[in-house]
């Protein structure tokens, strides 16, 4: 079954530490993949996205994301946090080329910022 | 910018009552969608669209139907609200063409159902 697991729900680091949230897929093929992010009380903005070529994306936020096909991951990542990326990340996959298919979200991991 | 706008932020309704949910988008989306988004079970989808008057089920659609009249807005509806449909709904749409692309959120309409 298709499915996508972020195996932290919560994360906590200091300001200015760098930072990595986990993501890990399964898949029939290589899908596409998302990172979105959720302030306090907003909707989710896409903060990259992978679809094929360098697997090293980079994003929006000074966020980076790489796609590893032998360990089916996409980690997000980020050199030195600032307390405003304090938000909810969502990892999702979706389906190439089958439009009946729907993005796939995993639960989410919350990122705490300490000062 | 792609802007999807919903019709209210918080919504306060009672149960038994008929509660609808507008979502509209100004970006000429094929597909719009309905998730709602609880602690610990992160988003669930309700119902999609992939076309005007077009509609298909989610994960999670009993106790819900949607309306899509036009392109460019999605509608979902609670029949008959429950308590245990208070929760936080967030409208999104994207582009199919030529796949499955990016999805564009409203900012999210929390509604509680006393």
């Known amino acids: 079954a298709q499915s996508v697991t972020q195996p932290d729900i919560h994360i906590t680091v200091s300001e200015g530490a760098s930072l990595e949230l986990r993501c890990n897929y399964s898949y029939g093929a290589t899908p596409y993949l998302f990172w979105y992010v959720q302030s306090p009380g907003q909707g989710l903005q896409l903060l990259l996205k992978?679809?094929?070529?360098?697997?090293l994306v980079q994003g929006i936020k000074g966020f980076e994301a790489e796609f590893k096909r032998s360990q089916s991951s996409f980690n997000l990542r980020k050199p030195s946090v600032h307390w405003s990326d304090a938000a909810e990340y969502f990892c999702?996959?979706?389906?190439?080329?089958?439009?009946?298919?729907?993005?796939?979200f995993g639960k989410g991991t919350r990122l705490h910022i300490l000062p | 910018d792609v802007k999807v706008t919903q019709s209210s932020r918080y919504l306060v309704k009672r149960t038994g009552e008929k509660v609808f949910l507008e979502c509209v988008q100004d970006m000429d989306h094929e597909n719009m969608f309905w998730y709602r988004q609880d602690p610990g079970l992160g988003l669930r989808l309700i119902y999609f669209s992939y076309d005007v008057k077009m509609k298909e089920k989610g994960d999670i659609p009993e106790g819900y139907s949607v309306s899509r009249e036009k392109k460019e807005r999605f509608s979902l509806i609670l029949e008959s609200a429950s308590t245990n449909q208070t929760s936080m709904y967030l409208c999104?749409?994207?582009?199919?063409?030529?796949?499955?692309?990016?999805?564009?959120f409203g900012p999210g309409t929390r509604l509680t159902v006393l």
């Open positions: 992978y679809f094929s070529g360098d697997t």
């Open positions: 999702a996959v979706g389906p190439r080329g089958n439009r009946d298919d729907k993005i796939i």
């Open positions: 999104a749409s994207g582009s199919t063409s030529p796949f499955i692309d990016t999805q564009y």
